[in-house]
């Protein structure tokens, strides 16, 4: 199964019994979905819908995951919208704007409407005007969300905890509302460009996350979502604990691959139980940083191995898709404007995914 998202990935690699490097560009914002990744031939294949039509063969099919079928593959991605209530009762409740954000493309025929990225407790915001499932009343108001989404496509939302690129505001000058910021966290108390550094998640609150993780799946589950995804990459916590780059740990969160994935893991196995189980998981990742061995940078960094590893054990803790990009990880990366090269499926061995 493969999730292409947006003009950023770079890497897609689950298929019948074969490794797939492919070089995704201007495609715009829908995210498109493949059953199968055999009509994709080459590394190099143009785009254009003209010259490769073979790689949309499977785009208007229906795909079903666990109990759940949505019309075809043509999805909404999760999009930031800085609009949520900014305080007071309804902190972090969806508002009438999201209701016609996200219910203008169900109403239309998207078959899969995300959520953008919803916070799981107010330290995980990126901003005030994020939303957030860490309490009733934003579950409630996500019910009319959902209610209205389901009449055309399947409802789903996304998780994320900002961790040190959190407290950033809103991204043009607010006249409503002065700066407002907050202590940050993260995997190690290192900072992400110019941003503050953020303490370091002691393992009790390493724990804490896992859990907070956990009770909003269990809220977008009597929100009445159908899908849900976690955010791991991008440079927020999952992503910073399993990066060498952001991650400098040395207790059982840190050093080995083993370890830097142990917190991603236990996210994904504790909301996999708390998630009914005929709906499905989704799991976002950046399948480089862009640095390491993927290219010349010599800064550690994670790799499109260490993600292929990765994938081999989500699926078995029953993630049911992955949503690939890249990157966003390490401030002043260089991402080359061509496919990493085929010596990439020399190196990573074929993944099994149906």
Same mark, same amino acid.
């Not at 390493?206 to 589950?221: N, T």
């Given at each position: 199964?493969?999730?292409?998202?947006?003009?950023?990935?770079?890497?897609?690699?689950?298929?019948?019994?074969?490794?797939?490097?492919?070089?995704?560009?201007?495609?715009?914002?829908?995210?498109?979905?493949?059953?199968?990744?055999?009509?994709?031939?080459?590394?190099?294949?143009?785009?254009?819908?003209?010259?490769?039509?073979?790689?949309?063969?499977?785009?208007?099919?229906?795909?079903?995951?666990?109990?759940?079928?949505?019309?075809?593959?043509?999805?909404?991605?999760?999009?930031?919208?800085?609009?949520?209530?900014?305080?007071?009762?309804?902190?972090?409740?969806?508002?009438?704007?999201?209701?016609?954000?996200?219910?203008?493309?169900?109403?239309?025929?998207?078959?899969?409407?995300?959520?953008?990225?919803?916070?799981?407790?107010?330290?995980?915001?990126?901003?005030?005007?994020?939303?957030?499932?860490?309490?009733?009343?934003?579950?409630?108001?996500?019910?009319?969300?959902?209610?209205?989404?389901?009449?055309?496509?399947?409802?789903?939302?996304?998780?994320?905890?900002?961790?040190?690129?959190?407290?950033?505001?809103?991204?043009?000058?607010?006249?409503?509302?002065?700066?407002?910021?907050?202590?940050?966290?993260?995997?190690?108390?290192?900072?992400?460009?110019? *941003?503050?550094?953020? +303490?370091?998640?002691?393992?009790?609150?390493?724990?804490? =996350?896992?859990? &907070?993780?956990?009770? !909003? /799946? %269990?809220?977008?589950?009597?929100?009445?979502?159908?899908?849900?995804?976690?955010?791991?990459?991008?440079?927020?916590?999952?992503?910073?604990?399993?990066?060498?780059?952001?991650?400098?740990?040395?207790?059982?969160?840190?050093?080995?691959?083993?370890?830097?994935?142990?917190?991603?893991?236990?996210?994904?196995?504790?909301?996999?139980?708390?998630?009914?189980?005929?709906?499905?998981?989704?799991?976002?990742?950046?399948?480089?940083?862009?640095?390491?061995?993927?290219?010349?940078?010599?800064?550690?960094?994670?790799?499109?191995?260490?993600?292929?590893?990765?994938?081999?054990?989500?699926?078995?803790?029953?993630?049911? *898709?992955?949503?690939? +990009?890249?990157?966003?990880?390490?401030?002043?990366?260089? =991402?080359?404007? &061509?496919?990493?090269? !085929? /010596? %990439?499926?020399?190196?990573?061995?074929?993944?099994?995914?149906?």
């Amino acid at each position: 199964m493969v999730a292409v998202d947006r003009a950023r990935t770079t890497e897609c690699f689950f298929g019948p019994g074969e490794y797939l490097l492919h070089n995704i560009e201007n495609i715009g914002e829908t995210e498109l979905i493949f059953s199968t990744v055999e009509h994709l031939e080459s590394a190099n294949a143009a785009l254009p819908l003209d010259q490769n039509q073979d790689s949309y063969a499977h785009l208007f099919n229906p795909l079903t995951l666990r109990e759940v079928t949505s019309a075809h593959r043509a999805w909404m991605s999760p999009m930031m919208q800085f609009a949520a209530a900014p305080d007071g009762d309804d902190v972090g409740t969806p508002l009438d704007w999201h209701l016609q954000h996200l219910g203008s493309p169900a109403a239309a025929g998207v078959a899969l409407v995300m959520v953008e990225a919803t916070a799981i407790d107010p330290v995980g915001r990126s901003r005030v005007y994020d939303v957030g499932l860490w309490n009733d009343r934003q579950t409630m108001a996500f019910r009319r969300i959902a209610d209205f989404s389901a009449q055309g496509s399947v409802p789903g939302i996304q998780l994320v905890h900002a961790g040190r690129k959190g407290s950033t505001g809103r991204p043009w000058p607010d006249a409503d509302r002065g700066p407002e910021t907050w202590g940050t966290v993260g995997a190690s108390p290192l900072s992400f460009g110019r *941003l503050p550094s953020p +303490s370091e998640l002691s393992i009790d609150e390493v724990e804490s =996350i896992v859990q &907070s993780f956990a009770a !909003s /799946a %269990r809220r977008a589950a009597v929100a009445g979502f159908k899908v849900l995804k976690l955010h791991g990459g991008h440079g927020y916590p999952i992503h910073q604990f399993l990066s060498p780059n952001s991650n400098i740990r040395t207790d059982r969160y840190g050093g080995s691959l083993e370890n830097r994935m142990r917190f991603g893991l236990d996210v994904v196995r504790t909301v996999r139980q708390s998630w009914p189980a005929g709906l499905p998981l989704f799991f976002r990742a950046s399948a480089t940083d862009w640095l390491g061995s993927d290219t010349d940078d010599p800064r550690p960094g994670w790799t499109v191995d260490d993600t292929v590893e990765l994938a081999s054990r989500l699926k078995e803790l029953g993630v049911d *898709l992955m949503d690939v +990009s890249s990157g966003r990880s390490a401030p002043h990366a260089r =991402i080359p404007r &061509s496919p990493l090269g !085929s /010596a %990439r499926r020399s190196r990573s061995p074929p993944l099994q995914w149906e």
